[in-house]
């Protein structure tokens, strides 16, 4: 999976050791920011303040990614959870909106998990539809943001995301992941480009691929 991309200077020496002192220096400075949400999230949506979620990373090793929690647990009569729409609420939306939501991912990086700039890890069940080719955005770590998030975010197809995620792979450097991290600050000041799994963005990645399958087989 690794073998059909350079790995230049930066991203074999410098992007990690960069990734730790940026991602630790944001938790310092950050900190008291991220005690005020969690106290926030506790008292409008409950606990637990932080929920985790299974995603492959680097070479499709799976981790736990931590964010805030941004839906209720609310249960219909027969105890199951109510659509995500419904359990969404307008302090969720709002953490969303300005991406708080995902600033326990800090230690992710940290631990080595992630990095600050890479493809945004997806969910598990989507590894046995991708392509080979589009496997190859599992041969760096995942990222905060991406290449992909400062253009277009939500609002891309599913194959023009994956080419962007692809597109990076193949040419990773101190510049670009510069760029992406300006650009990123820009584009969630301004909110742009946000919106809920299904509803605002394309349907999940398994979803849309089998129905495209089919389509075909027909």
């Known amino acids: 999976m690794g073998g059909i991309y350079r790995r230049g200077l930066y991203h074999r020496f410098v992007k990690r050791p960069l990734d730790v002192v940026l991602s630790l ?6 900190l008291p920011v991220i005690i005020v949400i969690a106290m926030l999230v506790r ?8 929920f985790g979620q299974r995603r492959p990373g680097l070479n499709e090793k799976i981790f736990t990614l931590y964010k805030f929690r941004t839906m209720s ?11 995500d729409t419904v359990r969404l609420s307008r302090f969720g939306r709002w953490l969303r909106a300005t ?20 493809p945004r890890p997806l969910a598990v069940e989507y590894l046995p539809h991708y392509s080979q080719q589009e496997r190859v955005r599992h041969a760096v770590r995942p990222g905060l943001t991406g290449l992909a998030q400062v253009n277009g975010r939500n609002s891309l197809t599913w194959e023009k995301r ?3 995620d692809i ?3 193949g040419d990773i450097t101190f ?5 992406i991290i300006f650009i990123t600050f820009m584009v969630t000041f301004r909110s742009q480009d946000i919106g809920e799994r299904g509803v605002d963005s394309p349907p999940d990645f398994h979803l849309d691929r089998q129905r495209k399958t089919k389509e075909m087989s027909t």
């Open 25 to 30: 220096a944001a938790l310092i400075i950050l």
């Open 43 to 50: 008292a409008y949506i409950g606990s637990p303040v932080l």
């Open 73 to 83: 647990l609310e249960c219909d009569d027969n105890g199951n959870l109510l659509p």
């Open 99 to 118: 991406s708080l939501d995902e600033l326990p991912e800090l230690w992710n990086i940290l631990k080595g998990e992630m990095s600050l700039v890479g």
């Open 162 to 164: 994956f080419a962007l």
């Open 167 to 169: 597109r990076y792979v």
């Open 175 to 179: 510049l670009t992941d510069m760029k």
